[in-house]
């Protein structure tokens, strides 16, 4: 079994900045792309930038140039700097990976959500 556990969300002021963590554990041969998803209250979960095992990342146009992924395979983990914070990135926020486990070369993990609030 894999776990993805997320830390880092909390509550800031508009323009303020945030830092997520979510760190892979268990019987893991190794990660493909991992990412970061959101969902605020009535919405539907959306993508927020996702990261390759090369490096290779991609935003959501509402987040490009204020929020940048970033992994460490070393540690089967994957961040998220959230910079210039608004009240609309207001979410839980979860992290997901795609995993080779020995049994799947490629089976889809998610993390248990990390509850981002940004006061105006």
């Known amino acids: 079994q894999v776990q993805l556990v997320e830390s880092g969300g909390g509550l800031v002021q508009a323009g303020g900045s945030l830092r997520l963590s979510c760190e892979a554990s268990?019987?893991?041969?190794?990660?493909?792309?991992m990412g970061w998803y959101r969902q605020a209250p009535g919405k539907q979960r959306e993508l927020v930038a996702t990261i390759t095992s090369g490096g290779i990342a991609s935003y959501a146009d509402s987040v490009k140039g204020r929020f940048t992924i970033s992994r460490d395979g070393a540690k089967n983990t994957v961040y998220l700097q959230m910079n210039s914070l608004k009240p609309e990135d207001t979410a839980v926020y979860y992290c997901?990976?795609?995993?080779?486990?020995?049994?799947?070369?490629?089976?889809?993990?998610w993390g248990q959500g990390a509850q981002v609030s940004v006061s105006s």
């Open positions: 997901n990976a795609d995993v080779d486990n020995y049994v799947y070369s490629s089976y889809l993990f």
């Open positions: 268990g019987i893991i041969r190794s990660i493909n792309a």
